[in-house]
Each structure stands twice: as C-alpha cells, then as structure tokens.
C-alpha cells in the first residue's frame, strides 16, 4: 500500500521484498503469520479500496465474499463477538472488512500495485542497511546484496522485525524510543472445509473465550470458496496450544460459544494445524525523534506491532500509507517532513495500541517504556460494563464495533448518550431480535 501511495508522488517507485513472490494466493517464508486467521477492520478495508478501487471485485472474482459481491446468503448476516461468554450481535457485518483469507488480500493487493506503470518489484532481494550522504544526516538509499539502491525517501515496511532502529545506530543515529508489550501470544490454526449441510449464519466469530477473563479465545472467519480459517490464541502465556486436529477439538470443546466446536466438528481441515507464538509487541517512537536522518519513514509493523489477536495490523499498515500520502501532498522534500510523516503515521496507530494495551494490561502483560493513560486503567471496569450492554443494547454494540473496526475513537464510547446506555440498569433490556437459529448456534437460546 504504501508503494501505491508513492506511485502518485515520485516518478518511480522500487518494492525491494526479500521473499521471492507467489504468483498467486500463498504463504511466503517471511510472514509465516499468514497461516493464522487474519481479519481485515472495516477501516482497513475502507482504506484499501480507496486506494485500490476494483479490488473488492477481484476478490470476489477470487471466491470472497464482499459487500460487492451481492451475495444474498450474506445480504445482511451478521457478525458476533463472543467474549467471556458475552454474545454481542454486531448490526451489520459490512462495517467490518471482507470474508477472504490474508493470502488472498495481499495477492490481490499485489497484483493492482504490481500493474502501476511506475512501481517495480525486486523480489528475493533483502535490505541490509541504509545509504547516507557524507554527512549522514540524509538517508540516500539502502544496502542490497546486489549493490546500493539510491532513492530520494526510503520507506520502512519491513514488518515487526523491522531493523531499521539497528541501521539508525549504524550510520551514527540514535533509534526511537520503544514501548514494548509482553503479551507472549500464542496461536493454533487450521483451514477448513465445512460439510455442505452446516450453513452458518455468520462470517466470523470472535472471541469465545472459555470462561470470564480467561486469555484464551477462538475465532472462526469464512474465508474465499466456502472454507474456514479457524484459529485458537492465548495472551499472557496461558495454556500449551495443541498441535493436531485432535487437540484442537478438545480446546474448541472448552470455548463459551459452541460454535466454535461446532464449526471444527462440522468441517474437515484442508491441511495441518499450524502453531505460532509473537513473545512482545512493540512501537517504535519516530515521531518522538528529536533528530532523525532525513529521508527515511517507517510505516506498518515497522512503526508499530500492536498484539495481533485484536486483528488491526493490515488496518493500520494501510491506514499508516495513506497518512504518509497526506503528508507527501503538503511537501514531500520540505524540511521537518520526516518528523511531520512519523508523527501522521503515529497518529494511525495510537486508537490501536490503545485498544490493544487496554485488553492486554487486563491480562496482566508486563510492559516497558508504555505511558498508560490513566484513563485506559480506569476505563477497564466501564469496559466489562460497556460489553455486557453491548450484548443487550444494539446502538452500544454498534458504538463498539465502530471503535473495534476504527472507524471512530475509543473517547467515542464515553460520549454522554453511549455512557447514559451503558451505565443504566442492565437486567430489564430486550436482548434484540436474535433469530432462533442464531442464538442456538451460539448456545444461549
Ligand atoms: C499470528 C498473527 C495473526 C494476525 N492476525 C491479524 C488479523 O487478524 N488482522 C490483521 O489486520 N492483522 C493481523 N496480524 C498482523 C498483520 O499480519 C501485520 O500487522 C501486517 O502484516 C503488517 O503489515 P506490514 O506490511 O507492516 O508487514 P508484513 O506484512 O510483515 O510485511 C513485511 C514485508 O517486508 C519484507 N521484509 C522484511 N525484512 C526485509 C528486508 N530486510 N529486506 C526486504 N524485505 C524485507 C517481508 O518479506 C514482508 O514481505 C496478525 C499477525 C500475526 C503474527
């Protein structure tokens, strides 16, 4: 994304991807996270269309479903969060983003950035280091195995192994401060291919924690061509992830909403289970640089790598290029501008690792160098309030998930008509129309 965003700036824009490309939908040695359900925020997918009209079609082309593909199993359903065995019923599934696996995203993506007449792509090329003037005060390109690569802005988007602090101290720079927060995750996938007689009412299920607080939780997403990316995870340490198909049963067997079983049981994986474990999260403070080498901006996971259980990376990578586009618009080469790109692409990610550090801290996670706001420490018992109104009050749910799919500020849910709802008597609300089949599937009819 952010090399379509510098294809409107610059005459040429080069990707340098160590990874050699799939030509189509596949797992790559350097985001091994791929294997792990990956669920795009309805920002995400507003950012990504914005900058790639066409690409909601493609991916229906592709087997999705998306709001275009005028699907009408999937006019209105739903989706749910289901969390210490909460139900919330989210009003419409289309704030959110697509039905359609990470592989299939970032193919997609690739293909529309890959056909600009502007960008090239060095695949199977790695970055080893930064380029600077004989100042060193200005970043000129990067070190390649190839050869030096000159370029009047570097952009980091190299993920959460980002070395870019590292290349900083090398040329004679300080690296940005970090907060960093030891959520020690811990995942369990697998891909499915449900039984043509299990028809759900839904496009993904969130969340089904095995009890109140526990740090375990499951999510099933449909993904392209009817299949299921159904994934286990644990914050804070928790359980050993199994490892088989058999394992995985048992724990599904131990999730709030039986859903989550059901979809296993119902199902027959289409390849093994895969396991991960990511110790820490982390963002790295360029905007708190007092100085910083000119020409170089780092965006995405480089810049920030919040826990990915609450599934905003792809969200933030996207919504950080089009900030950087922002920033590029109003004088790219101007002075202070490398300040001005890192303090926009801060900004996309602040409502993120905020949300983030909220759950986490109430998994007890250790944390460095993270400033806590006050408010996130106070706001965890309006929190576990606001959810269980979420459950029974659609405008508190839809308030939520426009926060959760940020579309809208965490402040948003303490506005006075959202707080007047969440802090009213909970015990005599009307649940909401779930439908029979709906509140069955999720076990609480
Ligand atoms: C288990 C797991 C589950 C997740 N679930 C979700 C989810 O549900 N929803 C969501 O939105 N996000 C999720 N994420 C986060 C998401 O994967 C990332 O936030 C997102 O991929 C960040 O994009 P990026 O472009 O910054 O980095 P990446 O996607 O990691 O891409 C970095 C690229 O840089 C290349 N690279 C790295 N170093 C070099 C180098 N030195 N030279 C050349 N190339 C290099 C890599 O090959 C790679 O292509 C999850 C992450 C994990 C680990």
């Known amino acids: 994304m952010a090399a379509r965003v510098l294809s409107e700036h610059y005459d040429e824009v080069v990707v340098v991807e ?30 990504l269309v914005g900058l790639l009209p066409g690409l909601s079609a493609d991916l229906a082309a592709e087997g999705a479903i998306t709001p275009g593909s005028g699907d009408p199993a999937m006019g209105d359903r739903s989706l749910f969060v289901v969390r210490g065995g909460t139900t919330i019923r989210i009003p419409s599934w289309w704030s959110a983003g697509f039905a359609a696996s990470r592989v299939l995203v970032e193919h997609a993506v690739r293909s529309r950035v890959r056909a600009l007449p502007n960008v090239v792509v060095r695949e199977g090329t790695a970055v080893l280091g930064l380029v600077t003037d004989r100042t060193r005060s200005r970043v000129t390109g990067v070190r390649t195995p190839g050869g030096d690569l000159g370029a009047d802005l570097v952009v980091d988007a190299s993920g959460r192994g980002s070395s870019l602090p590292r290349w900083f101290e090398r040329i004679g720079h300080r690296p ?8 020690d995750v811990r995942y369990a996938s697998v891909v499915t291919e449900p039984d043509p007689s299990f028809e759900p009412e839904w496009l993904a299920v969130l969340g089904g924690q095995a009890e109140s607080g526990s740090s375990v939780g499951g999510v099933v997403l449909r993904i392209e061509h009817g299949l299921l990316h159904i994934s286990f995870g644990s914050v804070g340490g928790g359980p050993p992830m199994p490892t088989d198909t058999a394992g995985l049963r048992d724990f599904a067997d131990r999730m709030a909403a039986p859903v989550v079983a059901e979809a296993l049981r119902r199902s027959t994986p289409v390849g093994p289970v895969r396991a991960f474990r990511v110790r820490s999260n982390t963002r790295r403070h360029y905007d708190r640089l007092r100085e910083a080498p000119r020409g170089v901006v780092a965006l995405g996971d480089a810049a920030c790598a919040s826990n990915p259980v609450y599934g905003q990376g792809m969200s933030v990578a996207a919504l950080s290029a089009i900030a950087l586009g922002r920033v590029l618009a109003t004088g790219g080469g101007a002075p202070g501008f490398e300040r001005r790109a890192a303090r926009a692409v801060a900004a996309t990610s602040a409502e993120a690792w905020r949300l983030a550090l909220g759950e986490d801290l109430r998994h007890g996670c250790r944390t460095e160098g993270v400033r806590t706001p006050w408010t996130t420490r106070l706001g965890q018992g309006y929190r576990d309030r606001l959810e269980r109104a979420a459950a029974v009050d659609p405008e508190v749910a839809s308030a939520f998930n426009d926060v959760l799919n940020l579309h809208r500020p965490v402040s948003s849910l303490g506005s006075p008509r959202i707080a007047r709802r969440v802090l009213r008597p909970l015990r005599d609300r009307d649940p909401g129309p779930l439908s029979a089949t709906v509140a069955t599937v999720l076990g609480i009819a």
């Open 18 to 47: 160590r990874d050699e490309l799939p030509d189509g939908p596949g797992h790559r040695r350097s985001t091994p996270q791929s294997q792990h359900a990956h669920g795009l925020l309805g920002s995400g997918r507003r950012a």
């Open 176 to 183: 940005p401060p970090v907060s960093v927060v030891h959520s």
